[in-house]
């Protein structure tokens, strides 16, 4: 890693100050008078976001302050190269200059520009204390059109019950003055501008701080920043008692110590939606890796038997939360080349949050044996409560025995306590070499760059919700969303992967045997789509095997990419993405309910030789799970590529 920093510290007598991206084409322009700091940003000219308030009420040694004076600038240059692998990329270049404002009252404020953005955090300089509010706003110079995850849950007379939440929703499309103020929105939100950029605004660094929440005010253009409240009191509870529930509230956010940073305040600047699909600046600005030796985590896929609901067939044991079932799973597993299977909700005893009551159907020391011998790891699922209540012991117990991870589920909060947590678990599992995933999770916020053996996040209204979501719930538009927004913020455990597809007008929702919507080659380039270092292959077994060919394509596409490529694409509309793993292309590409012909020109990737493609079939239309496969050369001109309303493809491309 090379770092290149030049630094011009000068007097605070100016009171504004101008800072460029590398390239020029990002401008923000900060001002600090009279104890307020505000920013704007322009791009190419053009103005984004009018001045926006930068501000801090918070206690430190006793005092109290919300005015921040400025009593020293120091300007640097950095150019990075991170060499500590993303899910995209084997290294990633980083070129900002940043400004950094140190406040006589005990904090400093950062900026940084980007050539895909700008962002900015506040540093913790002095005393131990807390934060009353952060002040967050964004002012936007038109009433421009965005796209809104808002928390699911809402009632307008207690906000806490927005404050629990799993962060899973669609988008709506809504001016910025629709948003209703009494709801709040997680992150990313989009905000889409003229000529076609796109503005999206993340957090990254979040490790020990309240997450970022946002809500409109009615004001043409302006959104204001929100934060949980620090849990003054929590109770076991919640679903199946696995969660802890709040039940009382400081009056502040955050307990503060000093070198503590908090996260940093994203605003994603790109021209067009690829640019957008391919920012890293979440990564980017993540704290560095701290897990030292990482050569025990191991990335891959995973079999899965949730969603599908132990439903096998086929066999002569009655399948379900029983030692044969999961040999069978196993053996599924290995047959593939999978690194894991998860055994999820129900292998402990419900109700009852304690990891060391195992169901009496199962043995699970000799599935771990069994498991080790077929070459495939098991992951186990856990709730929230059930995990934190003796951590250590649990990670211990279960390393010890051969489990290679934990699947941790129900947090549904990101305020300080919560966000800890993630932390402490991050770190305790890292000390008892265990891979992580984090389900009824907020977004990843460079969490997977500061521990890498967390694989991935939830975070997001993945295929889980096809089991139970009617018609009114459009998937096929938000498929095409996420990898624009969600992604933005880091890997997503979207669960792909269906056998049962349901065409436009024939998609039901089924929690036995549970279908997707669109087409198999939709769930396919799902795969080469989506970032995930872990992902699962999440149906039946004999399903899978009803189709060994496609499964096994399906099963060898990679989760770590050495380059990542978006070659088309429009947010909402359709997406196609390249990635590379050594020699060998993946170039996967999906639509909405619209069907799309695309030309795929494979010269772009490079000299190569051979192509196999699994394609939408002729019939895709109706029949969801009609697909078209074909081993060829390379062609002279470019591919001519049909995808059905709903559908998809996967080229894998030999150099």
Excluded at 372 to 394: N, Q, T
Excluded at 430 to 439: G, W
Excluded at 512 to 531: F, I, K, N, W
Excluded at 557 to 568: A, G, H, K, S
Aim: aromatic share 12%; glycine share 10%; charged share 25%.
């Amino acid at each position: 890693m090379s770092i290149m920093v030049v630094t011009l510290v000068v007097e605070a007598k100016a009171e504004e100050y101008r800072l460029a991206s590398p390239d020029g084409r990002v401008v923000t322009n900060i001002v600090a008078t009279d104890g307020v700091v505000t920013y704007a940003v322009e791009y190419e000219g053009e103005k984004l976001l009018l001045p926006s308030a930068v501000g801090l009420d918070f206690v430190q040694g006793g005092k109290r302050f919300n005015r921040l004076t400025v009593k020293g600038v120091t300007k640097r240059m950095v150019d990075q190269m991170i060499v500590e692998p993303s899910c995209r990329q084997s290294m990633l270049k980083a070129s900002c200059n940043e400004l950094r404002l140190e406040m006589k009252e005990g904090v400093a404020v950062v900026f940084r520009a980007y050539n895909e953005g700008v962002a900015y955090r506040f540093e913790w300089k002095g005393k131990p204390g807390r934060v009353n509010k952060e002040g967050v706003e964004y002012v936007f110079a038109r009433d421009w059109p965005a796209r809104v995850p808002y928390v699911m849950q809402f009632d307008s007379t207690n906000r806490e019950v927005q404050y629990c939440t799993s962060f899973e929703n669609q988008y709506k499309t809504l001016r910025l003055t629709e948003m209703d103020p009494r709801r709040l929105c997680f992150l990313p939100l989009l905000v889409e501008a003229d000529r076609g950029v796109k503005v999206c605004i993340t957090e990254s660094a979040l490790l020990d701080y309240p997450g970022l929440y946002l809500h409109g005010t009615g004001e043409s253009g302006r959104l204001e920043g929100e934060h949980a409240p620090l849990p003054k009191r929590v109770e076991q509870g919640g679903w199946g008692r696995l969660q802890l529930v709040v039940k009382e509230r400081e009056e502040y956010i955050a307990e503060m110590d000093k070198g503590k940073v908090m996260p940093w305040r994203i605003m994603m600047v790109v021209p067009d939606s690829k640019g957008l699909a391919m920012n890293n600046m979440s990564y980017l600005l993540a704290e560095p890796s701290r897990v030292s030796d990482q050569s025990w985590i191991k990335p891959g896929k995973s079999a899965w038997e949730w969603w599908n609901s132990w439903n096998i067939g086929g066999v002569k044991f009655e399948a379900g939360i029983n030692n044969e079932t999961y040999k069978h799973y196993i053996n599924f597993a290995a047959t593939y080349g999978l690194e894991y299977i998860v055994m999820d909700e129900g292998w402990s005893v419900g109700n009852e949050a304690d990891l060391f009551k195992v169901v009496p159907e199962l043995d699970l020391p000799m599935l771990v044996e069994y498991a080790e011998k077929m070459g495939v790891g098991i992951i186990l699922w856990a709730g929230y409560y059930s995990f934190a209540r003796d951590m250590e012991r649990v990670c211990k117990h279960y390393s010890e025995m051969g489990i290679k991870g934990f699947k941790i589920d129900f947090m549904n909060r990101d305020d300080q306590l919560a966000v800890d947590f993630y932390r402490q678990a991050a770190e305790m599992c890292a000390k008892y070499h265990l891979v992580v995933d984090f389900h009824g999770a907020f977004k990843p916020a460079g969490f997977t760059r500061t521990y890498p053996n967390v694989l991935n996040f939830e975070g997001v209204f993945g295929l889980e919700q096809m089991r139970w979501a009617g018609l009114e719930w459009d998937q096929m538009q938000y498929d095409v969303e996420i990898p624009f927004i969600r992604q933005a913020a880091g890997p997503m455990d979207y669960t792909p992967g269906a056998m049962l597809n349901g065409a436009r007008g024939a998609y039901r929702p089924n929690g036995m045997e549970p279908m997707s919507q669109g087409t198999r080659c939709h769930q396919l380039a799902l795969y080469v789509v989506l970032d995930a270092p872990l992902t699962m292959l999440c149906d039946s077994p004999t399903n899978y095997d009803h189709e060994p060919t496609f499964t096994r394509f399906m099963a060898r596409i990679p989760t770590m990419w050495d380059e990542t490529r978006v070659l088309q694409g429009e947010v909402g509309e359709y997406i196609v993405t390249a990635r590379r793993k050594g020699k060998t292309w993946y170039v996967g590409g999906i639509t909405n309910w619209e069907a799309r012909d695309i030309e795929l020109d494979l010269g772009e990737l490079g000299a190569c030789s051979s192509v196999e493609l699994y394609s939408d079939g002729a019939n895709a239309h109706r029949r969801g799970s009609d697909y078209y496969y074909k081993a060829m050369d390379v062609p002279s001109a470019p591919m001519k590529i049909h995808m059905a309303p709903g559908g998809g493809f996967v080229a894998k491309i030999g150099l």
